[in-house]
């Protein structure tokens, strides 16, 4: 089979000018060298050292020892040189040994992606987090409410930060609404803070609408790639073994399902499934190390976290949105206190943050009573109002229940949550006059279910929901 003629790049690779890598017999000859030197040295020393006043060459057998050795020497070098010029790839002209010299240079002016390349130049295949010892999903939650106190000045309640983590440990997706001013972005930044990898807030502009607003596009007249911050903290994300949260600062002020259409799909996928990101159509000469074929993996250590305003400029977030993203409230001002503890960051890898939700999954669970009273619930909504819900959000619940317990909270207290956020939303879609009247009806089947005053969360829902009609 003919030989392929490899490129000057790949013949020449940096402080090899040979071209070839070293064989059999370019390593005999080399080893040979470095001998033959180490004796010629050890001859030229006992040369010099005559008894005379000036050095001449006498008829001493060390003389010709010598003289023998430096031939060899020069013969070696020349064998070396001969089979390198008959080797299958051919010597490299000077032009290509000027630019194998600066290969990373040649690359990044000829990659499309030049930002990614640099990366990919400064930082190692992967690092690996250490983690504190001793870290529980409770201490956990509780070092970073006294962290945003004492260090940050930022007070959120012991449920909302039960609710923030328990969010991240169950979906990927978080969509945080509320009132201004109630610290929807500030707690997702405070939590890069926390953990020592800063958040990375984008801005959503009000003419985004497919997946290359987040991810930038290529520019036929440069020959780049307009690299976004998203795709950048992206390709980030696979070299490191640490928690990335990407904040999409006001996500409806455009439509979420239209520019975030793709993620919701990929992000859906199982764990352990390769999410491949198209980022180009093909794959070209001088793409980053880790895109194949113009994607990159979606990896599973990132976090999208939009913070969302409910006005006439924004738009409605849609069910496919909101079924597949947690979803957290921020309405009210917590009360300032000061924990008395030395607040400081965490070190948490990733793989540990995903070892301590599988604990909490194994120590905690939703229990037959609470999976028979959601049932109980689901009958009474269907004949009622028609409305139920799927295998999706009861999968969510599922999960979130015992990560929500294992942070320090009940299971009523998460069954509340996730009912008032996934399932009584749906009633907005449902005859508001209606709705309306059956509301006192809905509120005293909460209290027979769970309890007397046990689901404050979905009281509070059905009273604000049917005040605005």
């Known amino acids: 089979m003919k030989h392929k003629k490899k490129s000057p790049e790949q013949r020449i690779e940096k402080g090899n000018y040979l071209g070839t890598p070293f064989n059999v017999f370019h390593t005999i000859l080399a080893v040979c060298c470095f001998i033959c030197l180490g004796i010629l040295i050890v001859m030229l020393v006992i040369t010099l050292s005559n008894p005379y006043d000036k050095f001449y060459f006498d008829n001493r057998p060390i003389v010709y020892i010598f003289f023998v050795l430096m031939f060899l020497i020069i013969g070696l070098l020349v064998g070396v040189t001969i089979i390198s010029v008959l080797g299958k790839d051919s010597m490299p002209t000077y032009d290509e040994f000027k630019r194998a010299q600066n290969k990373f240079a040649y690359l990044k002016a000829k990659s499309r992606f030049p930002e990614l390349l640099d990366f990919d130049e400064n930082n190692p295949d992967f690092t690996k987090e250490e983690t504190e010892k001793g870290l529980t999903l409770k201490s956990f939650c509780e070092k970073f409410r006294n962290y945003n106190a004492d260090v940050l000045k930022l007070y959120y309640s012991e449920e909302d930060i039960r609710k923030f983590i328990a969010s991240l440990g169950t979906s990927k997706i978080m969509i945080l609404q509320g009132m201004s001013g109630t610290g929807k972005t500030s707690i997702a930044v405070a939590f890069g803070r926390f953990i020592e990898n800063s958040s990375t807030v984008v801005p959503v502009q009000p003419m985004w609408k497919e997946k290359s607003d987040l991810l930038g596009y290529y520019n036929e007249f440069t020959g780049k790639f307009n690299e976004t911050t998203i795709l950048k903290k992206l390709y980030e994300a696979n070299f490191y ?224 929901l049917t005040n605005n009609i």
């Open 241 to 464: 073994d640490k928690m990335f949260i990407i904040v999409m600062d006001e996500m409806n002020i455009a439509r979420v399902e239209y520019y975030f259409s793709e993620f919701l799909s990929l992000l859906e996928l199982p764990a352990g499934s390769e999410r491949k990101l198209a980022i180009a159509s093909n794959g070209a000469e001088g793409d980053p190390r880790k895109m194949s074929h113009g994607r990159i993996v979606l990896p599973n250590n990132v976090w999208f976290l939009g913070t969302a305003n409910n006005d006439d400029s924004t738009f409605a977030i849609s069910d496919k949105v909101y079924d597949r993203a947690m979803v957290m409230n921020l309405n009210k001002r917590a009360n300032h206190f000061k924990s008395g503890t030395d607040a400081k960051p965490v070190h948490i890898s990733v793989t540990a943050f995903y070892e301590l939700i599988e604990q909490a999954k194994n120590e905690f669970y939703l229990s037959e009573e609470g999976k028979q009273r959601i049932r109980r619930l689901d009958d009474y909504l269907i004949h009622t109002f028609h409305l139920t819900f799927g295998n999706r959000i009861m999968m969510q619940i599922n999960n979130y229940v015992p990560i929500y317990m294992a942070c320090g909270g009940t299971e009523n207290e998460a069954l509340d949550d996730m009912i008032s956020k996934k399932i009584l939303r749906k009633l907005e879609a449902q005859n508001p006059v209606y709705v309306k009247n059956k509301s006192l009806e809905l509120i005293n089947k909460f209290d027979e279910i769970f309890g007397q005053d046990e689901m404050k969360e979905c009281i509070e829902y059905i009273n604000t």
